[in-house]
């Protein structure tokens, strides 16, 4: 990251944000209802940069987007910081281009919108520092896992993920991803195999942590230190969690400014979807919302 780029107290959640095991969007924007707008910058060439940031041995990829370069003195975007899931890296998960296929980059979408866009590879996650985030939206999220059938089926193999801290991550195992919720029509087939070309040039195992976390340890989420306005998105489709259990969390959270949002014929990964775009009007709307009146 560059060291005059000043994040205040927007500052990327130390330990990567809240959340296991799902797609999240972090939006650190209390100025995006005007400068989202007031940018007008779909016009403009996006702009990408690399960073690359260290946890102790570990090297980790950072990757932002944005119209045009940042220039000094002007007024920053509102930032926009998005943290993948448990099988895919930051790029395959929101800037992944389908040839032929249309828009697949969540990052190009947000960059038009007027925002600084960031992700990055996770080692780990953690809920730490919650105050330092203005909205969040919480996609394909796993709170419990009561009565989802794809938590029912890594909690059978527990054992094996304890006992190993690498799993395979194959083109089988990426082409399951977009089947084994029963609605592959939820999907164009070509993303698995534009996630596969991407993906295993770095190999066929991943780590084992999230999936262990979240067959033996659900929940690590307490939706009561959750602080911000969130806005919770759900597949109808997705086996990774069910409505009931999510609208517990939902119902739990301390911050009145609050919406749940389910897409239709869409099952784990909204932004790999046919209904894509209905995660990006949905995300849109909700981090651009005016800020509340409190009495």
């Not at 910058?41 to 370069?69: M, P, T």
């Not at 960031?118 to 985030?133: C, F, K, L």
Request: without cysteine; charged residues 20%; proline residues 6%.
């Amino acid at each position: 990251m560059p060291p005059d780029y000043a994040l205040a107290r927007r500052a990327i959640l130390k330990g990567a944000s809240l959340g296991v095991g799902a797609g999240l969007v972090s939006a650190f924007a209390a100025q995006a209802q005007t400068s989202a707008e007031a940018a007008q910058a779909g016009d403009g060439a996006i702009w990408s940069a690399e960073y690359w940031a260290k946890k102790g041995d570990v090297a980790l990829n950072l990757w932002r987007k944005r119209i045009g370069a940042p220039k000094a003195g002007e007024p920053p975007l509102p930032l926009l910081f998005l943290v993948h899931g448990s099988s895919n890296s930051a790029r395959s998960s929101y800037d992944l281009t389908v040839p032929g296929k249309g828009e697949y980059s969540l990052m190009n979408v947000f960059a038009r919108y007027g925002y600084d866009v960031w992700t990055m590879d996770h080692d780990g996650y953690a809920q730490v520092e919650p105050d330092r985030v203005d909205r969040l939206v919480l996609v394909a999220f796993t709170y419990k896992g009561r009565g989802a059938p794809e938590i029912g089926k890594r909690a059978k193999q527990v054992e094996f993920y304890r006992n190993n801290n690498r799993r395979k991550r194959d083109a089988a195992m990426i082409r399951s991803i977009f089947t084994r919720d029963g609605h592959a029509s939820s999907y164009d087939m070509a993303v698995p195999e534009a996630i596969i070309a991407v993906e295993l040039k770095f190999g066929e195992e991943v780590p084992t942590g999230t999936y262990l976390d979240m067959a033996a340890n659900l929940p690590l989420v307490d939706p009561k230190k959750v602080l911000a306005p969130v806005l919770m998105i759900r597949g109808i489709h997705d086996g990774n969690s069910t409505t009931a259990d999510l609208i517990d969390f939902f119902q739990q959270l301390p911050n009145g400014d609050r919406q749940f949002v389910i897409l239709p014929h869409t099952a784990h990964s909204p932004g790999y979807s046919n209904n894509r775009h209905l995660l990006w009007y949905a995300t849109r709307n909700f981090l651009a919302a005016p800020a509340a009146v409190a009495s």
